[in-house]
């Protein structure tokens, strides 16, 4: 385990954590980035950036108003877009972000919500989750913001995703 801080979003960071996630092959342009930025001005979104010693080993976000209609309906914010580099993972990085996440959303709501994907590149989110005591909110899977039902047609790609809650403590 390695110790990691963390703290929100500046303007600073934007380009950085482009350049990490790029180096590793993923594309995060860096326009990304500052939107997120500006939606954390309007308070809109949180982001949370972590650091090992001085470099950034991922971020997640928290969206105050989830886009996720069932999720708005009940004013459960969403942990959106949760990151950690792959050299930084399996050492607590994932964990002590996703703590902080649930401790901003706690200060609003009594659940949290996360959408996750269903791919094998999501296998480590998957377990993270669930160890943590997310578990699916029974609406089933969802694409482009449809619910599938039986005998529905859907491509398996990033936006067939299965949306989970957590009751927080306290």
């Known amino acids: 385990m390695v110790t990691a801080s963390i703290r929100p979003l500046v303007a600073d ?30 308070g809109a979104r949180t982001v949370l950036v972590a650091f090992v010693d001085h470099d950034v080993a991922g971020y997640v976000t928290v969206v105050r108003h989830s886009p996720y209609r069932p999720f708005a309906e009940q004013r459960i914010p969403e942990i959106m877009d949760f990151n950690v580099l792959i050299k930084y993972r399996r050492q607590g990085i994932g964990t002590a972000l996703m ?4 401790q ?7 659940i949290a919500g996360i ?17 943590r005591g997310y578990i699916p909110d ?10 599938l039902t039986h005998g529905a047609q859907a491509v398996v790609d990033d936006t067939l995703i299965l949306h989970l809650t957590k009751q927080l403590p306290g």
């Open 99 to 102: 703590a902080r996440a649930e």
């Open 13 to 42: 960071d934007c380009p950085v954590i482009s350049q990490a996630f790029t180096q590793q092959g993923w594309q995060r342009p860096v326009t990304q980035y500052h939107h997120y930025l500006d939606e954390q001005h309007a």
């Open 104 to 110: 901003l959303i706690a200060t609003q709501s009594a």
């Open 138 to 147: 029974g609406r089933g899977l969802i694409q482009d913001g449809r619910i």
């Open 115 to 131: 959408g996750v994907g269903l791919t094998p590149d999501y296998g480590a989110a998957h377990i993270l989750y669930v160890k």
